[in-house]
């Protein structure tokens, strides 16, 4: 494989032996969502505790499967993850991490430390790939399941940077 293809130095991408345009929506929600991903990797690399590295890896595979299903790729689409069921198990942890904390009563700065900084910056990128998305539903048919799933996951990394804050 290799990586130059030397065909997309006009503008254009060659997606699934279709000509692009480099800032087509689907194009910006795909990349968005890599964006998202890489930013995730990096906090896992800072936090320590084997359950939430496990919980970050879980979504950057479900986000992984989210573009490939955006990109029109079947095997994507024909639900390798059940974002039903996923949205369901980020509420439940969401529900018991929130019992756990203080009650939010102002606006709190990112930046109690590096790895609630970074689970913001995640959060505040994921609301970008649900804007993204949005203005590609607008467009395209998009799995009816994906917007409620990128919802639920600012508010999962929201309440996860709160955690980690305390």
């Not at 990096?42 to 490939?68: P, R």
């Not at 994507?76 to 203080?102: H, N, Q, T």
Request: hydrophobic residues 40%; charged residues 30%.
């Amino acid at each position: 494989m290799t990586i130059t293809t030397k065909q997309g130095d006009q503008g254009i991408s060659y997606w699934l032996n279709k000509a692009v345009p480099k800032d087509d929506l689907s194009l910006e929600a795909i990349g968005t969502i890599d964006e998202l991903q890489s930013a995730l990797g990096i906090a896992k690399s800072e936090i320590e505790y084997g359950f939430l590295k496990n919980e970050i890896e879980i979504i950057q595979k479900d986000l992984w499967l989210i573009a490939g299903s955006l990109a029109g790729y079947e095997t994507a689409k024909k639900g390798s993850i059940d974002l039903g069921k996923r949205v369901k198990e980020m509420e439940v942890e969401i529900d018991a991490w929130e019992r756990e904390l203080p009650v939010i009563r102002e606006f709190a700065l990112p930046g109690e430390n590096k790895k609630e900084a970074l689970i913001q910056l995640c959060r505040s990128m994921s609301r970008r790939v649900e804007r993204r998305v949005v203005a590609l539903s607008k467009r395209e048919k998009v799995d009816q399941k994906i917007l409620p799933y990128l919802n639920r996951l600012s508010d999962f990394l929201f309440v996860l940077a709160y955690q980690i804050a305390r």
